[in-house]
């Protein structure tokens, strides 16, 4: 055998050598991607799912449960390529396909839930926070119209609103419940500086009048659990007394 022809397939081995570990390469970035891709959309069918599930009844409309069942469905639609042995998510979506299909007929089964306390507050906060990024990433993906996303932005912010007004308006109320009136008067003072400091503070008039109401009455029964009692009850009523009683014998030892 020729020198030349033993270059030739040394060089040729060569050259299938690279060939296998460039396509071996590509191979596994391709795995990689798939990997990275399934695993994104199913947060995203997730996060989407967790916010149209979660969300208390009073803040949720039909237009939002549309939107969010939506998002649902187009992650799911792209997530099924990649998973196609998946019946679990098929069944999902034909579930969502039904429900985007009644567009503003679409049935909200979310419970109403009571704002008691700062945890549960944070609880819905952290819902709403996940909405907003769920309309940023849509809009960057070009899955929503700038209008759209500035419309969804304001209907956050007025969410968020609501769910401040509900929970100082629960702690106030639960706060005359136990007989705490200065507690109440706290709450509610907290709840009418916050209406007074949005950008649209008329849109909130209704309820900031309630919440002033509110406030004027917890602050009277404050001022009326702190008036002094004409039996004697705080010390500077017992001290005067004393003095009175001190007089009064000292002039009659006199």
Not at 116 to 130: C, D, G, M, P, S
């Amino acid at each position: 055998m020729s020198p030349i022809v033993i270059t030739l397939l040394i060089a040729t081995g060569i050259v299938i050598l690279i060939a296998i570990v460039y396509i071996n390469h590509m191979l596994e970035n391709s795995k990689l991607e798939k990997a990275r891709l399934r695993a994104d959309l199913t947060d995203r069918v997730r996060r989407s799912r967790d916010v149209s599930d979660n969300l208390p009844g009073q803040l949720m409309t039909p237009a939002l449960k549309l939107l969010l069942s939506r998002f649902e469905l187009q992650f799911s639609d792209r997530l099924v390529q990649l998973d196609k042995t998946n019946s679990a998510l098929r069944t999902r979506i034909s579930e969502l396909r039904e429900l985007v299909n009644k567009n503003e007929l679409i049935p909200i089964n979310n419970p109403v839930q009571a704002i008691h306390n700062e945890a549960k507050a944070k609880e819905v906060r952290f819902i709403l926070e996940n909405l907003n990024s769920q309309v940023s990433r849509a809009t960057q993906d070009g899955l929503m119209q700038a209008n759209e996303a500035k419309h969804w932005g304001k209907e956050i912010q007025h969410m968020l609103c609501l769910l401040h007004i509900d929970f100082f308006n629960s702690l106030g109320q639960q706060a005359l419940k136990n007989a705490q009136p200065g507690q109440a008067r706290l709450a509610f003072e907290r709840g009418v500086q916050y209406l007074r400091k949005q950008p649209e503070p008329g849109k909130y008039q209704s309820q900031l009048a309630q919440m002033e109401a509110q406030l004027s009455r917890a602050n009277d029964m404050v001022l009326e659990n702190t008036k002094p009692v004409s039996d004697d009850v705080n010390q500077l009523t017992e001290g005067l007394k004393s003095l009175d009683d001190e007089d009064s014998w000292k002039k009659k030892s006199f």
